[in-house]
């Protein structure tokens, strides 16, 4: 299906989950900007045939001039959003300082907010749009020691549900998206954070920590229920053409499965299958 009038603008696309969407997109027939921070990684995205954007979502005006800049390009109407740049901060909560929880909040929630704030006014011109939000299973459930992400993914699902009802009738649809594990960086930088914000050694969860270390050091897929980026390229491929969008699109066996489990488990129940599915930051 050849899409080449509908723009559409990625986030996080240095690699994994954004990175191929907007390759995806772009096989397509999408015109798409991908964003990212770094220079080297923008040249390879304009290398791959990508309309390459700087953007960094915890800085206000860096997300203006984004959105600007690809407003511009696209006279003034951007088709389709996938929020999807966002990083894990590990870590207990009561080891998370004010000025770490806020800069996972930044990142993963207030700059996509700022972002679609920006866009949609040309949606709304056109009566036509489509905001994808990649969320997560720990948007879902919460699981010890990913304090930070489940607060940010749990906060996202929520202003997502009210924007989506807020823009009924409007031509503007959401979507989450709520992926189990996928193959992607998103392990070595969580790792990266945890090393940089927490200090583990004197910590209440120190035992609990060296069991999380363990497990951020492992290499390849931490469960045989990982699956490859592919398989939310196809749900974001769905939410952009398909003409009754879904409001959620479950990705991964354990998004599945906890999605029922939630319903039909007292509150009690959970928590004591979240505490063993964690393995006190094992797994």
Not at 231 to 256: D, G, N, Q, W
Request: charged share 20%.
């Amino acid at each position: 299906m050849i899409q080449r009038d509908k723009n559409v603008m990625v986030t996080g696309c240095s690699s994994g989950i954004g990175r191929c969407v907007a390759l995806g997109l772009r096989d397509r027939g999408y015109r798409v900007f991908a964003t990212a921070r770094t220079p080297h990684d923008l040249e390879q995205l304009t290398c791959e045939g990508l309309h390459a954007v700087a953007l960094h979502l915890d800085d206000p005006d860096s997300v203006r001039a984004a959105a600007q800049q690809v407003l511009e390009a696209c006279d003034g109407h951007v088709y389709g959003l996938f929020n999807n740049g966002a990083y894990g901060q590990p870590g207990a909560v009561e080891d998370l300082r004010w000025e770490v929880l806020e800069a996972q909040l930044r990142t993963n929630l207030l700059g996509w907010h700022e972002l679609t704030r920006l866009l949609l006014p040309g949606m709304r011109r056109a009566a036509a749009g489509r905001i994808i939000q990649n969320s997560s299973v720990l948007g879902l459930v919460a699981m010890p020691y990913r304090g930070a992400y489940n607060c940010s993914k749990f906060a996202l699902e929520g202003l997502s549900d009210t924007l989506r009802l807020e823009l009924h009738g409007t031509g503007v649809h959401v979507s989450l998206i709520e992926p189990g594990p996928i193959v992607s960086r998103f392990r070595d930088n969580a790792f990266a954070k945890f090393r940089e914000n927490i200090d583990a050694e004197h910590s209440a969860h120190r035992d609990n920590y060296r069991a999380m270390i363990a497990r951020l050091e492992h290499e390849g897929p931490t469960t045989s229920f990982t699956l490859p980026p592919e398989a939310v390229l196809a749900k974001v491929i769905h939410a952009l053409e398909s003409p009754r969008p879904r409001a959620r699109y479950a990705v991964t066996t354990p998004t599945h499965a906890f999605g029922l489990l939630r319903r039909i488990l007292s509150t009690r129940q959970l928590d004591w299958l979240l505490r063993k599915a964690s393995g006190g930051g094992s797994r």
